[in-house]
């Protein structure tokens, strides 16, 4: 979150350079200081007792079929309210696709603002005081506690409350190890995978006792294993300052949508009155796919754009060229995604068309580092076509299924939310991280409405 002019001009000849080398049809020294510690995690988000680990979860008759007819599913930007429908049509809006949907949006986000956390704090040689380090932690707390929200609206406050507490614990653990792992110390790192044993053990219990059975134990447990090895493996190459770590990173984040699975499908089979349809419907998987990537694409750009700052926009540095091309997977993956269901040609129009947009916002990105107001009004400029240019292509792709007009609409959102962002990273402000989460938590909103369209148009 640095203001550098001289890095910023640099990070616009990386990018340019990427989109130039991806246009085919393609597809250093660890910091001695210590990173972020265990307490102040704690002081910003408070550990479950012992007795959690040990004991089953808060029993309640929450899940219950009766009492949860009255509860009403939490209301968040990733997880709007299903409609009311029959369980037999699904459709992306119904209860099941959008469960599915709401948290793998938050369990991804869970990843990479975890993987935020640890960057800043390694960055910030582990001044835990420091603003930035702090900002980092809340905007991954606001995920945490929406996290609980979203049990607590199917299975009461009480259980709310207490996966709070278990989750905020888990982050705890990776802090340990991650602290280990920084300064040679294997005995606090073998602590910090044994507490995240007990952690697994306690959040299987938990979520078979709140499913009454739907959701087993011991899938979950081998669900979070996943978790673990792929977090900490991204996490080590963090602290080394490796290339591999954005790869990493997008592994321990892609693991996410089998969790989001198992829990919503353990959701939906206890309550399947509250969430009609199926998660693995066609439509479902339409909106958790695009949901998946758009989001990915927010916190993906905003990783890449700081790892460019931070390394003086050295464009051989191989850190800043692996978040670029990571940020390009994502890219790909995207244009699959339409070239799966309106032909290659499509896709690869589509994939065009977004790589140009991204070279739109480092124009922006350039312009307000170095107050050159007229390439920030060139780059807008360049985004409003680009607005036009992508409403004019899936209306066209989708028969008129999805109106231009709407998607323009959403697009302008995703350009004021991300510029708002890209403002704050450059002026070194911490509200920085809050608003790159809150261009991230829009996408799920493209995502439906583009998957609406798809599915409309292809059924």
């Known amino acids: 979150m640095r203001n550098s002019s001289r890095k910023l001009l640099v990070l ?15 597809n250093d020294a660890t910091t001695d200081e210590t990173p972020v510690v265990t307490e102040a995690i704690e002081e910003e988000a408070p550990v479950v007792t012992d007795a959690m680990e040990e004991e089953a979860p808060v029993e309640t008759d929450a899940m219950e079929e009766d009492a949860m007819e009255e509860e ?17 049509a699904f459709a992306v809006d119904d209860g099941a696709s959008t469960l599915r949907a709401g948290l793998t949006s938050l369990l991804q986000e869970h990843v990479y ?21 702090q900002a980092a932690i809340a905007a991954l707390d606001e995920n945490t506690v929406a996290l609980a929200d979203a049990v607590g609206s199917v299975a009461g ?30 005995e606090m790192k073998t602590q910090a995978l044994t507490d995240l044993e007990g952690y697994q053990q306690a959040a299987g219990a938990f979520f078979e006792e709140i499913t009454g059975g739907a959701i087993v134990a011991d899938t979950l447990v081998g669900g979070l294993e996943g978790h673990v090895e792929t977090l900490t493996a991204a996490i080590d190459a963090m602290v080394a300052d490796s290339p591999e770590q954005f790869a990493l990173l997008g592994a321990a984040a892609d693991h996410m949508k089998g969790a989001a699975m198992l829990l919503s499908t353990g959701i939906v089979e206890a309550l399947p009155e509250m969430f009609p349809g199926e998660t693995d419907s066609g439509p479902a998987e339409t909106r958790t796919a695009l949901t998946f990537q758009l989001q990915e694409h927010v916190y993906l750009a905003g990783i890449a754009l700081e790892q460019a700052v931070d390394n003086g926009g050295d464009l051989e540095n191989p850190v800043v060229a692996a978040a670029v091309a990571e940020l390009d997977v994502n890219t790909v993956e995207l244009s699959e995604i339409v070239g799966s269901v309106a032909g290659e040609e499509n896709g690869a129009a589509f994939l065009e068309l977004w790589r140009n947009h991204i070279g739109f916002f480092v124009d922006y990105t350039l312009g307000e580092a170095t107050g050159n107001e007229e390439m920030k009004t060139q780059a807008l400029s360049d985004l409003e076509g680009y607005q036009q240019a992508a409403g004019a292509f899936f209306e066209e792709i989708t028969g008129g299924e999805i109106v231009a007009a709407d998607l323009i ?3 302008e959102v995703h350009v004021e939310t991300l510029t708002l962002a890209i403002d704050d990273m450059v002026a070194g402000n911490t509200a920085a991280f809050t608003d790159l989460r809150k261009a991230g938590q829009h996408m799920p909103k493209a995502a439906l409405l583009l998957a609406t369209g798809i599915v409309a148009a292809t059924s």
């Not at 009403?72 to 029959?86: H, K, L, Q, S, Y």
């Open 12 to 26: 616009a000849a990386t990018v340019s350079m990427t989109a130039a080398a991806c246009g085919s049809d393609s």
């Open 409 to 411: 609409a959403g697009l």
């Open 157 to 186: 406050p009480e259980n709310g409350d207490a996966f709070l507490e278990l989750w905020r614990q888990h982050i705890g653990f990776f802090v340990d190890y991650t602290l280990g792992e920084a300064t040679g110390n294997e």
């Open 113 to 133: 603002l975890t993987g935020i956390v640890v960057e800043t704090a390694v960055d910030a040689g582990g001044d835990l005081e420091g603003e930035e380090v």
């Open 72 to 88: 009403a599913p939490v209301e968040t930007d990733a997880m709007e309210d299903a409609p009311e429908a029959d369980a037999a």
